[in-house]
């Protein structure tokens, strides 16, 4: 793929003004004074910003100066009914002593690059599916703790991995 070799030029204020003046003083013409932009006829709107104004024909951007931003403010997409049964199903799990069934790799950890998590032991901390009674977008819903132990380490380190539901086994209780 080649890309151009400058940016596409636009028309100057002179050539902008020129071009609105003879549409405007010849609004019925057939032809356009313009061959590059043959929809110059007529004037837009006075709707239109000032800046779309000056421009003979409206780029695709000024179309969008006129949209309106709307933000969905306090729009609940769940019930809480729902996040209330969804909270209550993860409650009996935060606590518990879980095992890493799946592939799971790591780099976070520092002192440990590369950390494959599969048969390790850990604690689930935290459920972070929903947070202040509100439904999150979260895919890895559950924080566990870990405590690895290295050669040459005095202190194990400790970290904690975000892992989804089915990447874990529950083992026993803390």
Same mark, same amino acid.
């Given at each position: 793929?080649?890309?151009?070799?400058?940016?596409?030029?636009?028309?100057?204020?002179?050539?902008?003004?020129?071009?609105?003046?003879?549409?405007?003083?010849?609004?019925?013409?057939?032809?356009?004074?313009?061959?590059?932009?043959?929809?110059?006829?007529?004037? #837009?709107?006075?709707?239109? #910003?000032? &800046? &779309?104004?000056?421009?003979?024909?409206?780029?695709?951007? &000024?179309?969008?100066?006129?949209?309106?931003?709307?933000?969905?403010?306090?729009?609940?997409?769940?019930?809480?009914?729902?996040?209330?049964?969804?909270?209550?199903?993860?409650?009996?799990?935060?606590?518990?002593?879980?095992?890493?069934?799946?592939?799971?790799?790591?780099?976070?950890?520092?002192?440990?690059?590369?950390?494959?998590?599969?048969?390790?032991?850990?604690?689930?901390?935290?459920?972070?599916?929903?947070?202040?009674?509100?439904?999150?977008?979260?895919?890895?819903?559950?924080?566990?703790?870990?405590?690895?132990?290295?050669?040459?380490?005095?202190?194990?380190?400790?970290?904690?991995?975000?892992?989804?539901?089915?990447?874990?086994?529950?083992?026993?209780?803390?």
């Amino acid at each position: 793929m080649q890309f151009p070799t400058r940016p596409p030029t636009f028309p100057s204020p002179m050539a902008i003004m020129a071009a609105t003046a003879t549409a405007v003083a010849s609004p019925s013409s057939s032809t356009s004074p313009d061959p590059l932009h043959p929809s110059l006829r007529f004037l #837009p709107p006075a709707s239109t #910003p000032a &800046c &779309c104004r000056l421009l003979p024909t409206a780029p695709r951007w &000024c179309a969008r100066l006129h949209i309106a931003p709307r933000v969905a403010v306090g729009s609940d997409v769940s019930s809480s009914h729902d996040v209330a049964a969804e909270e209550a199903a993860a409650a009996p799990k935060v606590g518990k002593r879980v095992r890493v069934t799946a592939p799971v790799r790591v780099h976070h950890v520092a002192k440990a690059p590369g950390l494959d998590l599969r048969g390790m032991e850990g604690v689930v901390k935290q459920y972070i599916g929903v947070w202040k009674g509100k439904r999150v977008t979260a895919n890895l819903l559950f924080k566990v703790e870990f405590v690895l132990k290295l050669d040459g380490q005095e202190k194990p380190i400790r970290f904690i991995a975000h892992l989804r539901e089915q990447e874990f086994e529950i083992v026993g209780d803390e």
